[in-house]
């Protein structure tokens, strides 16, 4: 398992947010962590990936402990795009993308290799940001900001990659484009992958598999057709679907808002 959780709990200052999450990602597989707000979804992704400590339970990166490994070593293996990138100041994207190069690199070393250059300029191709190459970061549009920092990933060479709401920023055209440049990474080059998603129809059309979370813990995990169901969305996300067959896969159309007030009603008659 390139990433796996062990009765994994934690959060902010005392307060648990998720609560003994033990879960697995096999290699080569996309998992998508979905659930309505508040739910612990961002929070598991950042104890995952090492920017949080666990209160308690661990988080094992290739079998072992990753809250025990030196950063360079874990950022050797495991990339994340968070939700909220810090833009620095001065940096052209070219700059920004070759930082990724810094975890293969021997502290002595100060210019980029040949190899380095060549995993430089692919992340930059991949993510179509090679004509900004030499542009601010600071300048760049949202989505074009967001492409960078994927390609900040990308040159980590990473085994696993985890995005927390890689779409926030995107229109609906460049959502489409990065999630299938995740789809062919994920499938010719077997990269593993974890996104946290709000939108549950893109989270059916490319995950392996589905976590549904509600308050800190997880409802149900597997494929997106066992996972998806009127029944789970109704209890964890509080609405009223209708699940269909389309020619992208299994898709969710919603129907209404459910009441609480009158669910609760009914529920005590």
Known sequence: ?????????????????????????????????????????????????????????????????????????VAQKLALLPQQQTIPAGLSVRQLVSLGRTPHQPWWQWELDAEDRDKVEKALELT?????????????????????????????????????????????????????????????????????LHDVNLAARYSSRIALLSQGKIWAVGEPRIVLTPEHLADVLGIEVAVLETPVGLQICSLAAIDEEYEAASNNE
């Open 1 to 73: 398992m390139p990433l796996e959780t062990n009765n994994l709990s934690g959060g902010y200052d005392s307060k648990p947010i998720v609560q003994e999450i033990s879960i697995a990602l096999q290699a080569g597989e996309w998992l998508s962590l979905v659930g309505a707000n508040g739910s612990g979804k961002s929070t598991l992704l950042k104890l995952m990936s090492r920017l949080l400590k666990p209160q308690t339970g661990a988080v094992l990166l290739d079998g072992k402990v990753i809250h025990t490994q030196k950063a360079t070593a």
């Open 128 to 196: 179509r940001m090679k004509s900004l190459c030499d542009r601010p970061v600071e300048q760049l549009s949202g989505g074009e900001r967001q492409r960078a920092f994927l390609a900040l990933a990308l040159a980590q060479d990473p085994q696993v990659l985890l995005l927390d709401e890689p779409t926030t920023y995107l229109d609906i055209r460049y959502q489409l484009q990065l999630l299938e440049l995740l789809k062919q990474l994920n499938k010719e080059q077997k990269l593993s992958i974890i996104t946290v």
